[in-house]
């Protein structure tokens, strides 16, 4: 079992609590959690405490660890900080931006805010073509 002082427990739980999730790297001779400036064992087994309690959920990829905090592990830090209920993890709050108006208005298609597709802008179609020149051989 690892003993954790209260103050690294609460930079943790700060951390935690203001992003929504962290991220632990396998590596538990790393001496120091790049976001907390914690031991990385000691969040480790901080977060693997609150997963058995049902706190977070947790996700492995490539090596890293990636916790998220649900509603219930929300309250359950807000009482372990004895903080009020302003704060709100990033990850629970939406998105104010809009991806669409990302796209710079050269790049734009003739459909729209559609950007052009896998050929770029290849002219207008044989259908459209075919219509003009039929049209225009029965005049």
Do not use: C
């Not at 396998?26 to 907390?36: F, R, S």
């Not at 031991?39 to 706190?55: A, H, P, T």
């Not at 890293?64 to 592990?73: F, I, Q």
Request: a positive charge.
């Amino acid at each position: 079992m690892v003993q954790v002082k209260r103050q690294d427990r609460r930079k943790v739980y700060e951390y935690l609590l203001l992003e929504g999730v962290i991220v632990i790297k396998k590596d538990m001779a790393l001496p120091v959690h790049a976001e907390t400036g914690v031991k990385n064992l000691e969040v480790w087994m901080l977060l693997r405490s609150l997963r058995d309690k049902k706190l977070v959920d947790l996700v492995f990829s490539w090596q890293y660890y990636y916790y998220y905090l649900k509603a219930e592990g929300v309250k359950y830090v807000r009482d372990k900080l004895g903080i009020v209920e302003d704060v709100i993890p990033a990850t629970f709050k939406k998105a104010d931006k809009k991806f669409e108006d990302d796209v710079p208005e050269q790049r734009r298609g003739p459909r729209g805010n559609k950007p052009f597709g896998r050929g770029g802008n290849r002219g207008p179609r044989r259908a459209e073509e075919t219509t003009t020149e039929t049209a225009q051989q029965q005049q």
